[in-house]
């Protein structure tokens, strides 16, 4: 069984930066896609960003410039670098696995809450 822990949360003013990280149990070669996703009270969990086995990456159109998704593959880890962070950034974070089959995991969560 696959296990996901993030990390990095926490309160922090608009304007200011956080750093997620998330600790595979396996190695993160075994995915195909791992990204970061996020679920704001009352609304749906949405992707923020994703980084593939080749190392593409995606984010979505709010976060860009702002977020950057890296890997450290010694470490089995994929963090998520968040600057110029805004009120509307606030969320529970989770972190995503998928194998590219039918199987996927997901991590507990981590809250970032953004002051104004």
């Known amino acids: 069984q696959v296990q996901l822990v993030e990390s990095g949360g926490g309160l922090v003013q608009a304007g200011g930066s956080l750093r997620l990280s998330c600790a595979a149990s396996?190695?993160?070669?075994?995915?195909?896609?791992m990204g970061w996703y996020r679920q704001a009270p009352g609304k749906q969990r949405d992707l923020v960003a994703s980084?593939?086995?080749?190392?593409?990456?995606l984010y979505a159109d709010s976060v860009k410039g702002r977020f950057t998704i890296s890997r450290d593959h010694a470490k089995n880890t994929v963090y998520l670098e968040m600057n110029s962070l805004k009120p509307e950034d606030t969320a529970v974070y989770y972190c995503n696995a998928d194998d590219g089959t039918v199987y996927d995991w997901w991590g507990q969560g981590t809250q970032v809450t953004v002051s104004a």
């Open positions: 396996e190695s993160i070669f075994s995915f195909n896609v």
């Open positions: 980084i593939r086995r080749g190392g593409s990456t």
